[in-house]
């Protein structure tokens, strides 16, 4: 798109010159590269989302799920001595969490695949390359979907670990919009078949072994 986006920029620009002077000219020239710029169409989205959601009718939240973000917020303030990186699940202790499992395939919010590619020798599902659509839908199928169809993507892609890191962005914003699904158990402590935890000291990550 970069050529044709040029080539309405210099038209447009052309434009403007020749059909208007002074003031009026520069704004009609800065107009036209506003409307070039990724940032303008990113802006308008998130402003048009924000615009949804405030006429969206607000859905009841579990008292289950509020009990968790209240306690993530408490972890999060008692140590408040922990770097980003550690509540995010990007740290030393979580790479070493993850050396320490025979190598395998991780299930894991999407979000988070692309730690599992840098930080372990383990191969991840999923991650944010919009190039690997099914992987991703397989993702969000096994996430938000019920116990049988996480069971599925987990049996039809040979996972062999299932990741979450309850204290990350990621986390949070699920437990606020899902009532349920694979990861937001997990997070909330909720019994999954199949799935047996794995110890990992010193760091936030969850980690469980599938049988």
Not at 82 to 102: F, G, I, M, S, Y
Request: hydrophobic letters at 50%.
């Amino acid at each position: 798109s970069i050529p044709v986006l040029a080539y309405w920029i210099a038209d447009w620009r052309a434009r403007a010159e020749a059909g208007l002077t002074g003031a009026m000219a520069a704004i009609a020239v800065l107009a036209v590269w506003l409307g070039g710029l990724q940032v303008t169409y990113f802006a308008l989205g998130h402003g048009a989302a924000a615009l949804v959601e405030r006429l969206t009718p607000e859905t009841t939240m579990s008292s289950e799920r509020m009990e968790w973000i209240k306690a993530r917020a408490n972890i999060r303030r008692a140590d408040a001595g922990a770097t980003k990186a550690a509540r995010e699940c990007v740290d030393p202790a979580t790479a070493k969490a993850l050396a320490a499992l025979p190598r395998g395939r991780v299930l894991s919010p999407l979000f988070f695949g692309t730690t599992v590619l840098a930080l372990s020798d383990h191969s991840a599902l999923s991650g944010p390359y919009h190039r690997a659509e099914l992987p991703i839908l397989d993702t969000l199928r096994a996430g938000s979907g019920t116990p049988e169809e996480a069971r599925a993507v987990i049996d039809r892609h040979k996972i062999g670990y299932v990741v979450v890191c309850p204290t990350s962005r990621e986390a949070l914003l699920m437990v606020q919009e899902q009532d349920s699904g694979l990861f937001v158990d997990l997070m909330l402590g909720r019994p999954v078949a199949g799935l047996e935890a794995v110890a990992a000291p010193e760091t936030y990550l969850q980690i469980y072994r599938v049988y």
